[in-house]
Structure formats: C-alpha cells, structure tokens
C-alpha cells in the first residue's frame, strides 16, 4: 500500500508534467483536448478566457470580397467564444466607427443573451474607435476598457445621401418615378427634396435615437454622468468617458485580463472557419456555370466599392 506521501508524490508530479506538456508547443486542438481530460484540480491555476476580435463598420455586406459586422458575419465566432468550457469571461477587442443600428442591435443582443446563458463575463477592450452603433456593441460588455486614445461615444442617429436632380437637368435626363402609395418614393435622390419627406425621415431617427438612448441607459445606469452632451452624437476620447461613465476604465487586454485573472492567464483567439475559396467569398458550390461565376463577380466588384466608400466615410467622420 502507498504511504500517504507517495500519492501525494504522485498528484504532483502527474499535475506538473500535465501543465509543462498543456503550456508547451503543442498544437491548440490537442492541448484542449487533453486539457478537458486531465481532472480540473490538477491543471494548476492557469485560466484561459477566449477573445474574439470584431472590426469594421457595421452593416449587412453584400459583396463577395468584403465582410464588414453583421449578425451574419459574427454570430458564429461569438458563439464560439462562449462556447469554450471553464472560461470565466469572454474578451472581445472591439474596434468600430458604426453603421447600421438594426445590425448593432442583434450583435448587441447576441452577446448579452449568450453571457446570461452561460453565466460569462463580458470585457470588451476598445481599440481606435468604438462609436455610434460601436458603441451600442460596447453596451454590452459588463466592464468596457478604453485605450485613452480610443474614440467613444457617439450615441445618435444619421443618415445622408446626396441630391442629383440638378446634374440630371443640365445633362437632359428626365426623371419618371411612378407609384402605387404616396409615400413609396420619399427623399429620392433625383428629385427636389419634400419638407413632409424630411420631417418624417426626422421622426424616425428620433425613435431611433430615444431606443439607443434606453440601451446606454439600461446597461450603463448610474455609471453615467449628468452631463448635457451625453446623447447628442457627441464623441471623446478613452480618458474622458471614463469620466463620462461611457467607460469603466483604460488600458490593454492583456495587462488588465492578467491583472484580474492571475498572471498566468491565457488568453485564446477565436478566429472565424475559413473554408475554400469559394466558401470565404460567400460563394455557393452550386453557384452555376463559370460565366455565372464571372457575372456574380464582377457585379460584386461594384458593390464592393461602393461599400468601401460607405466604410471610408464612417470612419472619417473620427479622423480615422
């Protein structure tokens, strides 16, 4: 029979060469699965908490050569990230100058349902610029983290678009619109603008901007500070919203997951799947004949542009 001693010899040897081999070069898929077979209370005190990066502005992309944020484009890689077994958190490195709110939303919504599910804490660390529906994204988060530089806030609503009806005159093109409803060619950019179209396009981003105003206001509560400025579009840097309450605190991810969790913390990058080619251009194995592959292209090619014009704008309005 073992001494006492001896097991506990054992317990500790088995509990070191188990961390050297989980903590060496090992390749990721195998160090977690021997990870989740080696009994918790010999693995050491190290704790992973898995990140996940969300970058660029926020709509739905209809290209085949860009992703911006979407529910469609992030909902895997953040179920992913909740998904990891024993983490006590989830960081995610957000870095956004916004888009579309419908969009933000569901992100939004995601994340908070996942970390109630799971009962995970969520970090979000701000990197350049966390604004608009950026910010409404950050929301989510139980602590946000700023780097004194970010940009934050931005809390309102804005549309914008161009008038053309001009140029069509001077180049002799008419413009026929016709249609079935009164209101089904409102703010079209070929005709002169209508006071009505205005003052209903108004009414809408009040309501818009009154359910983001509610979100800030749930998530962030008495963390806010009584100030004027708060919810009229206006955006600052990472040192003031801290004082604003828009933010909990500043620094990186590494230092302040370390800090909290222990300096043995790890932390694990979640990455999206990435398939063959035509599956990360969005393309379907049944897509059709080469020539259909060519169409879908280049007609892709434009509304890539067009999205990246879009993007370029969002992101200028910071400087960025």
């Known amino acids: 029979m073992n001494e006492p001693g001896h097991c506990t010899n054992r317990a500790n040897a088995y509990m070191l060469t188990s961390n050297t081999f989980l903590s060496s070069g090992v390749s990721t898929p195998l160090r977690r699965l021997v990870?989740?077979?080696?009994?918790?209370?010999?693995?050491?005190?190290?704790?992973?908490?898995p990140v996940i990066r969300l970058s660029g502005a926020i709509m739905p992309s209809n290209s085949l050569t860009r992703q911006n944020l979407s529910l469609a484009t992030t909902a895997t890689v953040i179920e992913k990230a909740f998904a990891v077994p024993d983490a006590p958190a989830v960081a995610i490195a957000l870095n956004s100058p916004g888009g579309s709110p419908v969009q933000?939303?569901?992100?939004?919504?995601?994340?908070?349902?996942?970390?109630?599910?799971?009962?995970?804490?969520?970090?979000?660390?701000?990197e350049d610029v966390a604004a608009s529906g950026g910010y409404?994204?950050?929301?989510?988060?139980?602590?946000?983290?700023?780097?004194?530089?970010?940009?934050?806030?931005?809390?309102?609503?804005?549309?914008?678009?161009?008038?053309?009806?001009?140029?069509?005159?001077?180049?002799?093109?008419?413009?026929?619109?016709?249609?079935?409803?009164?209101?089904?060619?409102?703010?079209?950019?070929?005709?002169?603008?209508?006071?009505?179209?205005v003052e209903r396009?108004?009414?809408?981003?009040?309501?818009?901007?009154?359910?983001?105003?509610?979100?800030?206001?749930?998530?962030?509560?008495?963390?806010?500070a009584d100030d004027p400025e708060l919810f009229t579009g206006a955006f600052w840097t990472g040192t003031r919203a801290l004082d604003l309450?828009?933010?909990?605190?500043?620094?990186?991810?590494?230092?302040?997951?370390?800090?909290?969790y222990g300096r043995k913390t790890q932390l694990a990058l979640i990455t999206q799947p990435r398939g063959l080619f035509g599956r990360k251009l969005?393309?379907?194995?049944?897509?059709?004949?080469?020539?259909?592959?060519?169409?879908?292209?280049?007609?892709n090619a434009a509304t890539g542009l067009i999205e990246a014009a879009e993007e370029q704008a969002l992101w200028r309005r910071f400087g960025l």
């Open 35 to 49: 990870s989740r077979l080696v009994p918790k209370k010999l693995r050491g005190d190290a704790v992973t908490i």
């Open 104 to 126: 933000s939303r569901l992100i939004f919504r995601r994340i908070r349902d996942l970390a109630v599910e799971k009962d995970r804490k969520v970090f979000i660390f701000v």
């Open 136 to 197: 409404m994204i950050a929301a989510a988060g139980d602590e946000i983290i700023a780097d004194p530089s970010s940009i934050v806030g931005s809390i309102g609503v804005v549309s914008a678009g161009f008038g053309f009806q001009e140029l069509i005159k001077k180049i002799g093109v008419e413009r026929r619109v016709h249609t079935a409803g009164q209101n089904k060619a409102i703010l079209d950019p070929f005709q002169p603008e209508k006071k009505e179209d």
């Open 201 to 224: 396009l108004k009414a809408l981003q009040l309501e818009m901007h009154e359910m983001f105003i509610n979100l800030v206001k749930e998530r962030r509560g008495a963390k806010l």
């Open 245 to 260: 309450g828009l933010v909990d605190g500043l620094g990186d991810m590494r230092s302040v997951l370390k800090e909290r």
């Open 282 to 299: 969005g393309i379907s194995s049944s897509a059709g004949s080469i020539p259909d592959l060519g169409a879908a292209i280049a007609g």
